[in-house]
């Protein structure tokens, strides 16, 4: 994870999403970059549940110049040198002068190793949802997900929402290199909420025998029936485990059905405490 993006407007998450991008940039010796993004034209009104309302109006040109004021004083405060070339060392970047638009970060992070957004909400000074949806889908690469409180540590203590998905399979190899670092990592499945495939145990062997410190763990869903259940639990084990990453795959359902009937990805983006490290 040596190439941070950090698409960087006014909400109220962004001293804790530029402070997790600082703590992996640590972590892994990273070059961190930021542009001020924008709405793209037209997106007014969303029917996302979890993303903010008909939030955009007139983009003014001094945003792009306060965005990268915010992200340089940020750097400049923690003492974060400017970065040049190659290889990437502990340092950031801001190469664009104008703001670019949400679909710029699903192409523009295809080049960088891992995309930091603010958790969505649907408040006015919240998050949007389509930068992520533009990360989500677009990039190809891991979102860190960032809630408003600023992070302490981040991937000390890993869940792993193992539901035996292709995409949730995907996003462990992403994340592989944060859980090589962890003290300690839970492979979490709920009974009743996976597709067929290999069970917690097996997917904590795997990573053990990738140098991961990896337990399993399988739990049931009880008497909870509602689609939201599989994401309840999971942030209830996360939080009784005192984690601070939860690593989990996006939408394997579908986006739709989520959209209207509820689900994990969907309760989890709408709740979720710590730092949630997601791919699709």
Not at 17 to 40: C, K, N, T
Not at 163 to 171: G, K, M, P, Y
Request: hydrophobic share 45%; charged share 20%; aromatic share 6%.
């Amino acid at each position: 994870m040596k190439t941070i993006l950090i698409p960087t407007e006014d909400h109220d998450a962004m001293p804790a999403v530029l402070e997790a991008a600082r703590l992996m940039a640590m972590a892994f010796d990273s070059y961190m970059e930021g542009f001020a993004v924008r709405p793209s034209p037209g997106t007014y009104v969303t029917v996302e549940p979890v993303s903010s309302l008909a939030i955009s109006g007139a983009f003014e040109p001094d945003t792009a110049n306060e965005a990268k004021a915010t992200f340089e004083a940020f750097m400049q405060a923690h003492k974060v040198p400017l970065g040049g070339q190659a290889p990437a060392t502990f340092s950031y970047g801001w190469p664009r002068t104008d703001a670019a638009e949400d679909a710029f970060i699903g192409s523009h992070g295809r080049v960088f190793d891992l995309i930091v957004l603010g958790r969505p909400g649907p408040a006015a000074e919240n998050p949007r949802m389509p930068p992520l949806e533009s990360a989500l889908f677009d990039a190809g690469r891991p979102v860190l997900i960032v809630p408003k409180t600023a992070p302490k540590t981040i991937g000390r203590n890993v869940l792993v929402a193992w539901n035996r998905s292709t995409e949730q399979a995907h996003t462990n190899a992403f994340a592989l290199p944060l859980l090589q670092r962890a003290d300690k990592v839970t492979v979490l499945m709920v009974e009743g909420g996976s597709t067929t495939g290999p069970s917690a145990e097996e997917a904590a062997l795997h990573l053990r025998r990738n140098g991961v410190k990896a337990e399993a763990l399988t739990l049931k869903k009880s008497e909870r029936n509602s689609a939201e259940a599989i994401g309840e639990i999971t942030l209830e084990q996360a939080a009784s485990l005192g984690c601070d990453l939860v690593v989990k795959s996006a939408y394997t359902q579908s986006r739709l059905r989520q959209m209207i009937f509820g689900g994990a990805t969907r309760h989890v983006l709408a709740n979720a405490t710590v730092p949630v490290l997601m791919a699709h």
